[in-house]
C-alpha cells in the first residue's frame, strides 16, 4: 500500500491527493475508534473530536473514487486522522501483546499501514510547512 502522500499549504488548510486506499484506511482507523468509544468523551479523549466532528470527516474522506483525489484538510482534521491511525492498535492489546490477526481481521489492514499513514500525515505536513 502507498502512504506517501504531499501535502500544499492552503490558507490555513492542507491540500492534497489521496488514493481511495488511503482515505479507506483513514475511515476505517476512524470507524473503529468511534464504535469502541463508550462515551463522547472517551472519543474526545482519544481523538480530540466528538461524534458528529468524527462523523463529519468521516463523510468528507469516504466516497466510491477510484482514482487519487484531492482534498483540503485543516490542521485539527490531519491531528484527528493522526490520532485515530495512531489509536487503533492500542485497542488489540491483549495480556499475551499485540494480536497482529486480530487487527487484520478487523480493520482490513496491516498495523504497519496505519503507522507508516501517521508517520507519513506527519512528514507532509513537516515539508508543507517549512521555507
Excluded at 4 to 11: D, E, F, H, P
Excluded at 38 to 65: C, F, I, M, P
Excluded at 69 to 84: C, D, G, K, N, P
Aim: with cysteine; glycine share 10%.
Amino acid at each position: 500500500m502507498r502512504t506517501r502522500i504531499k501535502l500544499t499549504r492552503v490558507g490555513e488548510a492542507f491540500q492534497g491527493g489521496l488514493t481511495a486506499t488511503q482515505t479507506d484506511l483513514m475511515c476505517e482507523a476512524l470507524s473503529t475508534l468511534d464504535g469502541w468509544a463508550s462515551t463522547d468523551e472517551a472519543l474526545v479523549g482519544r481523538l480530540g473530536a466528538d461524534r458528529e466532528e468524527v462523523g463529519r470527516l468521516y463523510d468528507k474522506l469516504q466516497g466510491d473514487h477510484k482514482i487519487p483525489r484531492e482534498f483540503t484538510l485543516t490542521s485539527r482534521e490531519l491531528h484527528v486522522v493522526h490520532a485515530a491511525l495512531t489509536g487503533v492498535a492500542p485497542m488489540f492489546l491483549t495480556s499475551g501483546g499485540f494480536s497482529e490477526e486480530a487487527f487484520h481481521n478487523r480493520a482490513g489492514f496491516f498495523r504497519e499501514n496505519f503507522d507508516a499513514m501517521a508517520s507519513n500525515i506527519i512528514s507532509a505536513v513537516s515539508e508543507a510547512t517549512t521555507p
